[in-house]
């Protein structure tokens, strides 16, 4: 079993908490899971798009999704959650 990745000043075996959702990532299912933001946790592929382009490519010409729209990326503006 691979350890959960963690910073540097946490204790040994605590789990680093993911950032917050990109506010312009976007899926159907956000509409249709009653409240639920779309995530891809359960193993399910989640087919994500980006709010300022409407498509799987972000302003920055580079792929949308919950792993890759996180801090750091030129585009990316926190959603709080």
Not at 38 to 53: K, L, N, Q, S
Not at 56 to 76: F, K, L, S, T
Request: aromatic letters at 8%; one cysteine or more; a negative charge.
């Amino acid at each position: 079993m691979t350890p959960s990745p963690t910073a540097p000043d946490d204790p040994p075996g605590a789990a680093s908490a993911p950032a917050p959702r990109c506010l312009h990532l976007r899926s159907k299912r956000d509409y249709i899971a009653f409240g639920q933001m779309a995530d891809e946790e359960d193993g399910t592929p989640v087919p994500f798009y980006c709010r300022h382009t409407l498509t799987v490519i972000g302003p920055d010409d580079d792929i949308v999704g919950a792993r890759v729209c996180v801090p750091g990326r030129a585009c990316y503006e926190s959603s709080g959650f």
